[in-house]
């Protein structure tokens, strides 16, 4: 098991980032205890989300999301405390 995994324990603590809503998981597919495949729907039903490969899709913008992706491999450091020499990222958890 992987941090990266989506744990069927964990799902409790998930809101539709649309509505707030719990999310409710339908159509699973398991492997190894983990999530593989399925969606995340809405209390509501108004709002769905595909599992792909363990992880949740919120983003429904292809646009949006290929821009985070280049973005990430363009400037994999630059969010990171280390590299940065500012705790910027310690701070905002605590």
């Known amino acids: 098991m992987t941090k990266n995994n989506l744990n069927p324990k964990l799902l409790a603590l998930l809101r ?3 509505s707030g809503e719990k999310l409710i998981l339908e159509d699973a597919i398991y492997s190894q205890d983990q999530i593989q495949s399925g969606r995340l ?3 509501d039903g108004n709002f769905h989300y595909p599992v792909h490969d363990f992880i949740p899709q919120s983003v429904t913008e292809p ?9 990430w491999k ?19 958890l605590y």
């Open 63 to 71: 646009k949006y999301a290929d821009s985070f992706g280049f973005q």
């Open 16 to 18: 539709c980032p649309q």
């Open 74 to 92: 363009e400037f994999p450091k630059t969010q990171l405390d280390s590299y940065s020499g500012f705790p910027i990222s310690e701070n905002r």
């Open 41 to 43: 729907v809405s209390e």
